[in-house]
């Protein structure tokens, strides 16, 4: 086990957004790649959120490995007549422990705003889900140096919904949209700065929450990533689709 354990009290967590990727055959194949790679005990917990569809093939996979599996969204109902809808009893049903909520995907192109990313997560953890929180804000808004201020909304929409405490059973993933699948990391320093500013919101339970880094992590520059004091891992797109780019980067969370 690592010193980092010792250095920070937060268990290091890599996830897997698959997106809208994949097939039963392919999904086969990464995870019987990925897989017996990540075995044994480690200091890294590993988690992969696969399309709606395809979770009950990816729990079976992982069954009797410890992987953990989560969804990329849930409904911001409880149930009923909701037509498309999946809800959180469904994704606990079929063995998901995580879920995405607030992904700038869904925010920009389906028009989730924060009330509704709130309520999602709200809906999530009333039945056990544990909401990975997205943050982020655009290039348009970094550069009127308004990055700050669009975190802190977008953090303090779920705050006034569900109160601060409930952030002990959620992780928060720091996702600038201009890094999303684009190639361009942010630096350290604007890392570091959007990691500790979202730590400082959450006052006195800030420093036993993990806060992950997302936007173009790959196995080279994960570890530079994983190095800063605040970041606890990462949430990783495109670099999840290849077994052995994903498992680059779950190794540089493992030290
Ligand atoms: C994401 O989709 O959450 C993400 C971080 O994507 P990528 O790693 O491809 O930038």
Redesign the pocket.
């Known amino acids: 086990m690592s010193t980092r354990l010792g250095k920070t009290s937060r268990r290091p967590l890599v996830i897997a ?1 698959w ?1 809208m990727n994949g097939s039963y055959h392919t999904n086969a194949e990464l995870l019987a790649q990925f897989a017996p790679q990540w075995q044994g005990v480690h200091c890294a917990e590993v988690a992969i959120c696969a399309p709606y569809i395809y979770l009950p093939q990816v729990v079976e996979v992982l069954s009797r490995s410890n992987i953990v599996v989560g969804a990329q969204d849930v409904s911001q109902f409880k149930l009923g007549a909701y037509t498309g809808e999946i809800s959180g009893a469904m994704l606990v049903d079929v063995g998901c422990h995580y879920v995405i909520v607030g ?1 700038s995907e869904r925010r920009a192109y389906f028009a989730e705003s924060n009330r509704i990313i709130a309520e999602k997560f709200m809906q999530a953890q009333a039945v056990g889900l544990v909401p990975i929180f997205c943050v982020g804000e655009s290039l348009e808004r970094r550069e009127a140096g308004e990055a700050l201020a669009t975190i802190g909304a977008q953090l303090q929409a779920v705050i006034d919904m569900v109160g601060l405490g409930a952030f002990k059973q959620a992780v928060i993933a720091y ?1 600038p949209v201009w ?3 684009t190639g361009r990391i942010a630096t350290p320093e604007q890392v570091e700065e959007m990691h500790g500013f979202i730590r400082a919101q959450l006052g006195s339970i800030g420093a036993g929450i993990r806060i992950l880094y ?4 790959k196995p080279d520059n994960a570890a530079q990533t994983f190095a800063l004091d605040d970041v606890d891992g990462a ?5 999840a689709l290849q077994a052995n780019t994903f498992y680059g980067i779950c190794q540089a969370a493992d030290l």
């Open positions: 957004n997106k992904h996702e890094a999303v699948g997302g936007g173009s992590v949430l990783v797109g495109g670099a």
